[in-house]
């Protein structure tokens, strides 16, 4: 299976919407997708998992890398995480990280 990735721009807000697979295989390429848009000039970086599938312990670690990389302000949040992928996502501990914000959305 394949993980396709499509990154959106709107003023100040810049959503990541992950679909398919994010095997293991996967997660070099979402830790530089992840490096380059956690840079980018926006207030609230939003990870759509809505179609997502799988998404192994290493790829929340991707996720998570957003936060080490964003500037202060920056708000992150997951959504449409479900099934499997939302329980990887709360077993991380992801909503539980501070500073700038992160939060899993429902």
Not at 16 to 28: I, M, R, S, W
Not at 38 to 58: H, Q
Not at 91 to 96: C, E, N, Q, V
């Amino acid at each position: 299976m394949t993980l396709y990735t499509k990154v959106e721009m709107d003023d100040d807000e810049a959503t990541v919407t992950l679909t398919g697979y994010a095997g293991q295989e996967a997660v070099p390429t979402l830790d530089q997708l992840i490096s380059a848009v956690a840079l980018l000039p926006v207030r609230r970086l939003v990870f759509d998992l809505e179609r997502l599938t799988a998404l192994p312990s290493a790829g929340v670690r991707s996720l998570l890398m957003a936060h080490q990389t964003a500037g202060p302000g920056l708000r992150i949040e997951i959504t449409g995480a479900r099934g499997a992928v939302a329980e990887t996502v709360r077993l991380s501990g992801f909503s539980g990280v501070s500073a700038p914000p992160i939060a899993l959305v429902a």
